[in-house]
């Protein structure tokens, strides 16, 4: 059973740009939530998609976007890059239920220059 | 508001050693708290979860975790350290219906030989 999936594995995009990471989640699994971890860090909870919508948002800016689609696989697109997006971009699936627990992808290490 | 606090952010432990994490939360309503493993260039993987059935939980490769609301810390602990067992830990908690999970800044465990 594949789990969380996550592409690309690395990416190096250039200040300014824009960027979408792409999750396909675990079999069964219908909430998606996306974390960003930079260097030393926890993970930060960036949103978080049920139903194909945003159901919940953390403390990121307007530039921080996403979707999910009816096959519960989500991107996250971030506009007008900043070297401090520079991070690993982490997918956590779940079934809906506080006390479920997630299962994280690898993640996408973003580099911004 | 929730929040986490992991109390060192470094632990240096001898092969065949105890290893205790220690990890203290906020909430203000019932939380639901989680331990996860980090293994380098790797996402998290879910060691263990309280959701309130048992305060003394066990997870994988070991590990298990005192839920004691009186002291509102949420141990993780192994009898017996393995080199295998060298990973950061993520202390985790949710309080809110649509599973939002706060994580704290992590624990970098190091097993000496």
């Known amino acids: 059973d594949a789990g969380v999936t996550q592409s690309p594995t690395h990416l190096i995009k250039t200040r300014g740009q824009q960027v979408t990471l792409r999750c396909s989640p675990k079999?069964?699994?219908?909430?998606v939530s996306w974390y960003q971890q930079a260097l030393g860090q926890g993970p930060q909870f960036i949103f978080q998609?049920?139903?194909?919508?945003?159901?919940q948002r953390g403390n990121f800016p307007d530039r921080f976007s996403g979707h999910q689609f009816p096959n519960y696989s989500s991107e996250l697109n971030v506009n007008a890059l900043l070297l401090g997006d520079s991070a690993l971009y982490l997918c956590?699936?779940?079934?809906?239920?506080?006390?479920?627990?997630?299962?994280f992808g690898s993640g996408t290490r973003l580099t911004v220059v | 508001a929730q929040s986490v606090t992991q109390l060192g952010s470094h632990v240096s432990v001898s092969e065949g050693a105890l290893v205790l994490l220690r990890c203290n939360y906020s909430?203000?309503?019932?939380?639901?708290l989680f331990w996860y493993v980090q293994y380098p260039n790797q996402g998290l993987q879910l060691l263990l979860k309280?959701?309130?059935?048992?305060?003394l939980v066990k997870g994988i490769n070991g590990f298990e975790a005192e839920f004691k609301k009186s002291e509102t810390s949420f141990h993780l602990t192994k009898p017996s350290a393995h080199m295998s067992d060298a990973a950061e830990y993520f202390c985790?908690?949710?309080?809110?219906?649509?599973?939002?999970?706060?994580f704290g800044i992590g624990t970098k465990l190091q097993v000496i030989p």
């Open positions: 956590a699936s779940s079934r809906d239920s506080p006390n479920y627990g997630y299962t």
């Open positions: 079999s069964g699994h219908d909430t």
């Open positions: 998609y049920y139903e194909e919508e945003e159901r």
């Open positions: 909430s203000s309503v019932p939380p639901y």
């Open positions: 309280y959701t309130s059935a048992a305060t």
């Open positions: 985790a908690l949710s309080s809110g219906g649509y599973q939002k999970v706060t």
